[in-house]
Nanobody, 127 residues
């Protein structure tokens, strides 16, 4: 089992930045894909970004078009944590953000491809 705990959510003005750490604990895997999803009020859960990990090293990161160029996963992340750096935030980025992980290694954009989920953290962007 893998336990995921997000933190770092809060209120930020449009154009601002926010970092969301996700701490992973429990069983370790040589290869793992970790991702971030978000759910805005009244909308379905949607993919934000995923990154593959192999041997403790980060691999390819795949970003949703809506966040490409604004959100990044710092390459210095340790193998047991995943941070999401969000820059140039917009009001439409307001959502509950969830960290997720799967042993089904590779680029994974679908919700049903993930085995483990955090409890979520609220991000609110004011205009």
């Amino acid at each position: 089992q893998v336990q995921l705990v997000e933190s770092g959510g809060g209120l930020v003005q449009a154009g601002g930045s926010l970092g969301l750490p996700c701490a992973a604990s429990g069983r370790t895997f040589r290869q793992l894909t970790m991702g971030w999803f978000r759910q805005a009020p009244g909308k379905e859960l949607e993919f934000v970004v995923c990154i593959t990990w192999s041997g403790g090293m980060p691999g390819y990161a795949d970003y949703a078009d809506s966040v490409k160029g604004r959100f990044t996963i710092p390459r210095h992340n340790a193998g047991n944590s995943l941070s999401l750096q969000m820059n140039s935030l917009k009001p439409e980025d307001t959502a509950v953000y969830y960290c997720a992980a799967t042993t089904n290694w590779g680029t994974r954009r679908r919700i049903d491809q993930y085995d483990y989920w955090g409890q979520g953290t609220q991000v609110t962007v004011s205009s």
